[in-house]
């Protein structure tokens, strides 16, 4: 089994990847995970950047006494902090949902492991007009929501049966929460989606089927100016295998009001969203190339969901768009991972875009 050793040897350094990112101020802050710092120990990772590299601050957290962390969301708090949302390794192979809370320096204020171990944790967080915190995930394999006050005092807990996990979630008026989840996973196909909207005490008092038909599973939300919800992942047609980019505009209710679904010969699908004040959206996400690598692509759409322009990103390897923020001036900061160009084999990558989708700058961030 020498092989396989020199295998896991080579695996166990050297990838970087962002997961998610928010606009802070003029700046913007990245969430990911890094397994360089500490090598075969993955570790939550977080930069803060002004306008564009170099980042003020980065720092690496969890793994000194653990198996691993990964940090999977990322929410902008009063007063500049940052709350980071995912998971922890435990004993046994499994996870835990891990949260914590950073000041404007990414010092760690407070961190929590609410739930218990098994393959549970956080892939989603948000913060209400009181300062409290979400965040969503998925425990015992049913979606699991959790709210702290802001100092990390549990307010509630509530499982969500409808569906298998949380794949995003927004602050609403009034403390409420909107909910999207994916139930009804296949091995073979897509499943679907869930919206469900909670009261402040962590009730549901509603749900939307999407799609109303067929397959699909959308993996980001965003609130919209005017109280409205879009959302965007992935459609499959009925007898398809493959999938298309689709966009969901929703009322404040949850109502659909329209959706796109880009057809062609591409298979592509929407991993993050960002609103503009004008009601337009620009979506991040990937187009398969050759069936085998992916491109970084973004697409940017009106309020109606006219399509204004699309773009590919990243180079010959496999290139992956995770998370996009609109910033200040309205040009966007979008962040994942690339094995195209940087130092390592897989490498955090961040780039700004105009508003037009011209490429005004790009840095990776990684070690061999």
Known sequence: MGWAREVERENSTGHESAEGVVANGSGFSVVGYTNSRQPGVQQAWVLQFEKAPPPRW????????????LGRAIALMPGGRLAVAGAEGVAGGGFRGWLFVLSPE???LWERTPGHDGVNGFHAVSVLEDGSIVAGGTQDGEGWVVR?????QLLWDVKLPRIERVTALVALPAQRVAVLGTSESSTTGLGISRLLLLEADGRATGENRLPAEGRGELAALALLPDGGLIATGRLSRPGSTDWNLWVVRMAPRGDTLWERVLEGSDVEAGRAITPFPDGGMAVVGYSLKELVDREAKVWRFSADGSLLWQQSYGGAGDDMGDGIARLADDSLAVVGSTTSQGAGKTDLWTFGLSSEGQLLWEQTFGSP
């Open 58 to 69: 980065e720092h690496t957290y969890g793994g000194k006494g653990t198996l691993g962390t």
């Open 106 to 108: 990414g010092n760690v």
């Open 148 to 152: 702290m006050d802001p100092r990390g």
